[in-house]
């Protein structure tokens, strides 16, 4: 009877042992389903909640969900995907942040039983940028999520997740989590990753668009000062001079901060033209060390343009911007001679005639009569500018009643035997201009 009893509990014992293993769940036993009866257990319960799903009734689906979930978690990844996307579609329709946190521990049990942890950070963070608002607490665990992945592993982040990364840093920056500078290093990490998948995919507009957004970030967190660009970009703007692409970049910027006036607009413009000589971007450059007062390098970049440009009409300006800069200079004949370069380009260049009649005036050929009588070139060339270019009127008009002030007087005239008004006269010296004698009204 002893024997009989013990050979029953025995039975009963190791029975109970065998049914133990074959009901060991696959969270237990490592294995995608599980074992026996809850590997059926588990299949049966995913084509529940995959039915409910499919139909969109979440509320049924998600009953038969979280069994999956707490008992075969290595089953599948539709798991996770399936279960995130029910529990946003939760929070959309409640906003109650429970649902929010449950996204993360997907995400989080879905490193857990399938790696890929740099992608399921960015989920994560794209969660908490849509759903947390200004919620200090999310945000600032959306920028370490982020941040973590960008310096980790910049290879995860595509189109979509460099300009949210930027709109993250964007919104930290907003609620006062961080400073600027970290601003001007997250854009340099999102540009970077942007570019170098546009060198191995060149022109993929999915990339360019990101750029475009990132860009448009960054300009609208207002920490795209002067002082902040310079920092930024003043190391590639020196070690990349012939990058043509990242240097109009640059430039962009700058024009649209108001930054101009910088030095580092200015290296950049220089590096462009060195790189990609144009006549637009020789003028510029001209203008810009005329700014700076290098009016020796003011004069080489005018003439360089010069020699670029096609434009008749656009030469004539720029030789009378080049004839202006000598007039400063003092040259007078050279003023002169471009002055007219200029207006053979172009005779409705009003100024071209000013500046010949500014050249003129003032300039000493001789003994006091002859500088006297230059004063009469001079306002024959006003009144060809004013006549050429209306314009003009006002400041010409002054100068002829100035100028007409300084001619010969009848007297002086007589005694050289120049008696009668209207008569041809040469004026001499480097001049050499036909006009005619008039006499200082007294």
Not at 162 to 167: H, I, N, P, R, V
Not at 190 to 202: A, E, F, H, I
Request: glycine share 4%; aromatic share 12%; with cysteine.
């Amino acid at each position: 009877m002893k024997r009989t009893t013990s050979t029953i509990l025995t039975g009963l014992l190791l029975s109970v042992f065998s049914f133990t293993l074959q009901a060991q769940m696959g969270i237990e036993t490592g294995t995608p389903f599980g074992k026996g009866e809850d590997s059926t257990r588990c299949l049966r319960n995913t084509s529940l909640y995959s039915t409910y799903y499919d139909n969109k009734d979440y509320n049924m689906a998600v009953q038969f969900w979280r069994l999956v979930f707490n008992e075969c978690p290595a089953s599948s990844k539709n798991t996770y995907i399936k279960g995130e996307t029910m529990y946003k579609e939760f929070f959309r329709k409640t906003k109650d942040n429970a649902y929010l946190d449950t996204v993360l521990m997907i995400l989080d049990q879905r490193t857990r039983y399938f790696n890929e942890e740099p992608a399921n950070n960015l989920r994560k963070a794209f969660a908490l940028y849509e759903f947390g608002g200004n919620d200090v607490e999310y945000t600032s665990k959306c920028y370490d999520l982020i941040k973590g992945v960008m310096e980790t592993s910049p290879e995860s982040f595509d189109h979509t997740y460099s300009s949210l990364y930027m709109a993250v840093i964007a919104k930290s920056y907003a609620l006062r989590l961080i400073e600027a500078p970290e601003i001007i290093t997250a854009y340099s990490q999102s540009m970077k990753v942007v570019d170098n998948q546009l060198s191995r995919q060149p022109g993929d507009t999915r990339y360019l668009e990101a750029r475009k957004n990132i860009d448009a970030i960054f300009r609208s967190t207002g920490a795209a000062t002067c002082e902040n660009l310079e920092h930024l970009f003043t190391a590639d703007v020196d070690n990349n001079p012939g990058d043509t692409a990242m240097l109009r970049k640059v430039l962009t910027l700058l024009t649209e901060t108001g930054c101009k006036d910088s030095e580092l607009y200015y290296k950049a413009s220089t590096n462009l033209y060195r790189a990609d000589p144009s006549a637009s971007s020789a003028a510029q450059l001209a203008e810009m060390n005329l700014v700076r007062k290098k009016y020796n390098e003011a004069e080489k970049y005018y003439t360089e343009a010069i020699e670029l440009e096609t434009d008749n009409k656009v030469k004539s300006v720029l030789l009378t911007k080049l004839a202006t800069l000598e007039l400063m200079s003092d040259s007078r004949q050279a003023a002169r001679d471009f002055a007219r370069a200029a207006y053979s380009l172009d005779p409705t260049n009003g100024n071209a005639l000013f500046i010949i009649a500014e050249a003129y005036a003032g300039s000493r050929i001789g003994e006091t009569f002859e500088n006297q009588t230059v004063y009469w070139v001079v306002v024959d060339y006003l009144v060809r500018a004013r006549n050429t270019d209306p314009t003009l009127k006002e400041q010409i008009d002054e100068r002829i009643s100035i100028y007409s002030r300084l001619f010969p007087t009848k007297e002086e005239a007589f005694f050289r035997s120049l008696v009668e008004e209207g008569a041809s006269y040469q004026v001499g010296g480097w001049i050499n201009e036909s006009t005619t004698i008039r006499f200082r009204k007294e």
